[in-house]
């Protein structure tokens, strides 16, 4: 019994080693097969990205967001194949401070870039930086003004042309950098123009289909962009003028546009890469009195394009308040570049389609501008509501922009108690989060009162 037990145990005994070995050389096979895939699979491939900065273009004068008149078929035909932010939010109503946090995912009262000379304090990286750092090409084509490289723009970048020039050389030089950079290197594109800017360049046709006003309307003003627009009263049938004459700029623009995004399928670009389409801040022709930009907080202003589209981003229309401080982030983040970097939170969940990210009951982000210049604005957004203080006079003003997107009924009065929350949110983030130190300065006094004598257009 024992011997048949020893002998049936020696059997079991071999049997298990059997079966072990043979596990051992499963496991092992296993292990080498995946040593092999792990070996014969790329890397992930690291994606493009190219960002079209139109500069003043508000989000209301765009077929998509709402307006009647067919200016942007092209945007809108773009942004349908992509997310489209519907309610995307600048810290700032004129050029540098709003790129200045476009390019650090700061708020202007962080960076602190928010005054004519001002520049981007060297201590702040850029995206140009991070991504240059991480293996990126760079190549910034910008129209110059106050995206020039003297303001801390062009830190970053291999190249950085800021020389005025048309969209159409803009675009064609940005087919010619895409045409010439080897495949296998990944590159960020920043291309930035002030084609819908005051004067508002477009084609005569254009100028013609969209004149609201008789031909007998004569305006007569040399060169409207560069008076200083707070010392001007302008009558209505010259705003009226101005705002017929960036609409068709705009369809030029878009026209314009039309032929890159054409080169970009045509080259299948956009299957590795994400092309993103924004702007700084509006222009105003009047709502509240104003004219150009600059100078107040409102929503034809404030509020501007967002659009992303590229590998995996299916077409939504994101309903949620974010800002272009929210940009720098979610460009790292898309990317796979494993960096936080500014005050904005990252988007790509959005882009994933994960909706609605924030839980009902959870408080909205909040969202900061300012203005520096002429005058002392803050504003902060928190959902629907809007808060805008003078800073000199004490002014508060309080809108509902889900019942009023136009503000033009201030309820601070009506509604005491969101108006004393905001004032609080605000008063937080102007006691907190300020560097305290400028970036140093891009231009002199004696340049800046040059630059103002020309009534130089922001
Ligand atoms: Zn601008």
């Given at each position: ?12 005994y071999?049997?298990?080693l ?21 070996c ?7 994606r ?44 700032a ?24 000379g001002?520049?981007?304090?060297s ?16 190549f ?10 003297r303001?801390?723009?062009s ?9 005025l020039?048309?969209f159409?050389m ?16 990944p ?12 004067p ?22 040399a060169?409207?962009?560069?008076v ?5 009263n ?10 017929d ?12 546009l ?30 509240h ?17 967002l659009i ?48 609605p990210?924030r ?29 805008i203080?003078?800073?000199e ?18 309820v ?9 929350r ?9 006691e907190?989060t ?25």
């Amino acid at each position: 019994m024992i011997a048949d037990r020893g002998r049936r145990g020696g059997r079991e005994y071999g049997g298990v080693l059997l079966r072990a070995g043979l596990i051992y050389f499963l496991f092992g096979a296993l292990f080498v097969l995946l040593i092999a895939l792990g070996c014969s699979q790329s890397p992930e491939p690291r994606r493009n990205l190219i960002v079209i900065s139109m500069d003043t273009l508000r989000a209301d004068r765009l077929g998509s967001y709402g307006y009647a008149r067919s200016t942007s078929p092209t945007i809108d035909a773009l942004g349908a194949r992509g997310a489209r932010f519907a309610r995307a939010h600048s810290p700032a109503p004129w050029t540098l401070p709003s790129h200045a946090s476009i390019f650090t995912g700061l708020t202007p009262q962080v960076h602190a870039t928010h005054g004519w000379g001002d520049k981007i304090p060297s201590s702040v990286p850029t995206l140009a930086e991070l991504l240059r750092n991480a293996g990126w090409r760079t190549f910034g084509h910008t129209t110059g003004g106050f995206v020039s490289g003297r303001y801390g723009f062009s830190r970053g970048f291999e190249e950085y042309v800021d020389k005025l020039s048309g969209f159409k050389m803009t675009l064609n030089a940005a087919r010619r950098k895409i045409e010439s950079l080897p495949a296998d290197e990944p590159y960020f594109l920043f291309l930035q123009t002030f084609t819908v800017h005051c004067p508002y360049p477009a084609s005569p046709a254009h100028r013609a289909s969209f004149r609201s006003q008789p031909e007998s309307v004569v305006i007569e003003m040399a060169s409207p962009c560069t008076v200083r627009p707070l010392e001007i009263n302008f009558s209505e049938a010259q705003k009226r003028l101005f705002s017929d004459r960036y609409d068709a700029a705009i369809r030029s623009a878009d026209e314009q546009l039309a032929g890159f995004i054409e080169f970009l399928d045509q080259r299948g670009e956009l299957e590795d890469t994400y092309l993103v389409l924004l702007s700084d801040h509006g222009d105003e022709f009047g709502e509240h009195d104003g004219i150009f930009h600059g100078h107040t907080l409102y929503e034809e202003l404030l509020h501007v394009p967002l659009i992303v589209v590229g590998p995996g981003i299916e077409p939504s229309v994101i309903e949620e308040p974010v800002g272009l401080v929210d940009f720098m982030q979610t460009a790292l983040d898309l990317l796979q570049v494993n960096i936080q970097a500014g005050e904005g939170r990252s988007l790509t969940r959005y882009l994933e389609g994960e909706l609605p990210w924030r839980a009902p009951a959870q408080e909205p982000v909040a969202y900061f501008a300012s203005t520096e210049e002429g005058t002392k604005l803050r504003s902060v957004s928190l959902g629907n509501d809007k808060l805008i203080l003078d800073l000199e006079t004490g002014q508060v003003q309080l809108f509902d922009l889900g019942k009023d997107p136009g503000e033009r009924l201030d309820v601070a009065a009506e509604r005491p108690f969101t108006r004393d929350r905001l004032l609080l949110v605000l008063n937080r983030h102007l006691e907190r989060t300020s560097l305290g130190e400028k970036g140093g300065r891009a231009l002199s006094p004696e340049q800046i009162e040059e630059l103002e004598a020309l009534g130089y257009a922001r």
